[in-house]
Structure formats: C-alpha cells, structure tokens
C-alpha cells in the first residue's frame, strides 16, 4: 500500500491586519499576487520559429486585490499615495488519510504594497457591494507553519522559494 500524505482540504478560515495591528473588517476575499517572471522574445538562426523565455529572478508586477463586502473607511484609508503594511493569516485544513488526523498550519504572509487602484464596487439590493483595493506588491514574505516559502523584495534583489536565491547568480555576476 501507498504512503498516504496530508492533503490540503482548504481555507478554514482567513484575517487581514494594517500594520500588524487594526484588523481590517468588511474583508469578503484576498486575491494574493500571480508569481509570473518577465521573457525575453528569441527567434533567429538556430530556433525553429520564436521562443519566449523566462527570465531568472526578473518579476512582473505584482498584484494583490483585496475584495470588500462593504466600503469600509480602511479601504479608503489604504489607498493613499504611501506604502502600507499588511499581514495576513490563514488556517488552511489539511487531512492525513494514514492516520485519519487533521491538522491545521498556520499560512502567514507579510505585504509592503502601493495602492494602484480603489474600485467603488457595485450598490444592488440583497447583495454585497464587492469594493476592490488593487496594491502593487513590493514585498512579500509567506511562511507555512513559520518555515519561509517564498519571499521576495522587487527593490533589493530579494528572490527566495525555500530559502534558495533565484538572483544569486546575476547578483554575483554584477558584483552585488
């Protein structure tokens, strides 16, 4: 018989903090940012047609969009012209079918973002009014179960998944 893993089941549960302090209610959904490298365009001698390839450590942008179910005044207040601070925390289920026990790491996320955008959402009776907050992230640190995942800092050559540096190479390369 096959090992049986832990599987992750789902969000259990989720919150959102401005600077690490006042819990930002009215929160319906987070959408985290696409990790999605930058390409450079071959073509040429030596290729059959044209490949687009990606470029180590070289992100695009990084968007995250918080979702409202009303407008709060948070919502406001985070679209300044100013950089903000969000941490972010979520008990995401998992269930081990060897041992029939659930377990629930803990999924935190620390945010630097630029507010890009403030959608005002939509007034409809018997329903939410979905207020979007779009921020450009600048940097991001995921850890599950306090164990570091992915962290990243578009200003410092930051770029790290489990801890081994996606820029290492080029930041040498340029005597960083």
């Known amino acids: 018989m096959a090992n049986i893993v832990a599987q992750g089941i789902g969000v259990v549960n989720f919150e959102v903090y401005l600077k690490g302090t006042s819990r930002l ?84 996320i620390e945010v630097v973002g630029v507010p890009k955008t403030l959608n005002l959402g939509k007034w409809e009776p018997s329903s939410t009014v979905d207020a979007e907050t779009t921020l450009e992230v600048v940097t991001m640190t995921y850890r599950i179960s306090n164990k570091t995942v992915l962290e990243f800092d578009k200003l ?19 005597g960083l």
């Open 156 to 174: 410092n050559y930051v770029f790290k998944i489990n801890g081994a540096d996606q820029t290492a190479a080029y930041k040498k390369a340029v």
């Open 25 to 108: 209610l009215g929160m319906a959904n987070v959408e985290l940012p696409n990790i999605e490298y930058e390409t450079i365009e071959m073509k040429g001698a030596g290729l059959m047609g044209t490949l687009t390839m990606p470029v180590r450590g070289n992100l695009n942008s990084l968007e995250m969009k918080l979702t409202w179910r009303t407008l709060e005044k948070a919502a406001a207040e985070i679209t300044k012209h100013e950089s903000i601070s969000l941490s972010l925390y979520s008990d995401q289920e998992h269930y081990d079918g060897g041992t029939g026990k659930f377990s629930d790491p803990s999924h935190h």
